[in-house]
């Protein structure tokens, strides 16, 4: 079964998500603390993709994907309310598209999402819910 870690400050979100990601066949962890979340991430703890909420107090989902890439190339998923967050004019942002996000292991979605439609981007990553061991 892949695992998935989401980490959003707002606690209805991450509800909604463990909500239809555990129905789908996912094990699904949540925090709304992005420094626990990277903490996880950068552990020996098997996840499998990172769902990355972008404005989060005190560390931003850019800051934990960098910090974690550092050790791990789990493919992560943006969720954000704010489409400027990509815009291009950010250095940061520039200079993560060009030395990351290009690989194919990012993808983003904007608040409000159709959960149907995380599911598809999810599925597009990490092949669905089963993993290898699982597979007849």
Known sequence: MKRVLSIDDEPMILDCIRETLSGAGYDIQTTTDPRAGLARLKSDEPFDLAL????????????????????????????????????????????????????????IVYKPFDLDVLLAKIEALVGGPEGPEDEA
């Open 52 to 107: 990355l909420d972008v404005k989060m107090p005190g560390m931003s989902g850019f800051d934990v994907y960098r910090e974690y890439r550092k050790i791990r190339k789990i493919p992560a998923i943006f969720v954000t309310a704010y489409p400027g967050s990509f815009n291009m004019s950010s250095d940061d942002v520039v200079a993560m598209w060009r030395e990351e996000f290009a690989d194919g292991t990012t993808d």
